[in-house]
């Protein structure tokens, strides 16, 4: 468990510095788009599908990373409240939840990745399902990373030792 501990917080913090490039870039693109439109009267014909496929994909990524982190925003006050038995039984069934949730990325997005794989996204010449290829992504590692945090209710332990945190 402490292996499986290491190897998701080193993914996650990768998975958060991708996402923090991807916006970085969108925004030079979306920079270089304005510039094009109002200085030079040429707006770039590929920047707009650069920057939405850009999103998609640091979104999904940073989505899945905040499940492992843990800072996606909740409210926590209920579980506060209650008996630490059925504080556990909320933790747990919360993130089965969220497994449920990235399952439903995975299946749906593969669906939607394959339906559209075929597609070309004409300002940029890439398959369509290329740039719909982080939420099925997104989604697995959402499962993983909820399971793991089920893991962690299930055998309290093994994640508040974490090396590096």
């Given at each position: 468990m402490e292996r499986l501990a290491r190897v998701t917080h080193l993914l996650a913090d990768l998975l958060v510095k991708v996402a923090a490039f991807g916006i970085v870039l969108m925004t030079a693109i979306v920079g270089w788009q304005v510039f094009g439109r109002y200085v030079l009267n040429s707006t770039p014909s590929w920047s707009e599908e650069a920057a939405l496929t850009l999103m998609i994909w640091y979104v999904a990524l940073a989505a899945a990373a905040g499940v492992r982190q843990g800072f996606h925003i909740r409210i926590v006050a209920l579980?506060?409240?209650?008996?630490?038995?059925?504080?556990?039984?909320?933790?747990?069934?919360?993130?089965?939840?969220?497994?449920?949730?990235?399952?439903?990325?995975?299946?749906?997005?593969?669906?939607?990745?394959?339906?559209?794989?075929?597609?070309?996204?004409?300002?940029l010449g890439i398959s369509r399902g290329l740039a719909y290829l982080g939420l099925p992504l997104s989604g697995a590692l959402m499962v993983l990373f909820a399971g793991e945090r089920m893991l962690e209710v299930l055998f309290p332990k093994s994640l508040t030792e974490e090396v590096g945190t």
């Open positions: 579980e506060e409240a209650v008996s630490p038995g059925l504080r556990r039984v909320m933790q747990f069934s919360s993130n089965l939840v969220v497994a449920a949730c990235g399952g439903a990325m995975l299946i749906w997005g593969g669906e939607l990745v394959l339906l559209t794989w075929q597609h070309v996204i004409p300002s």
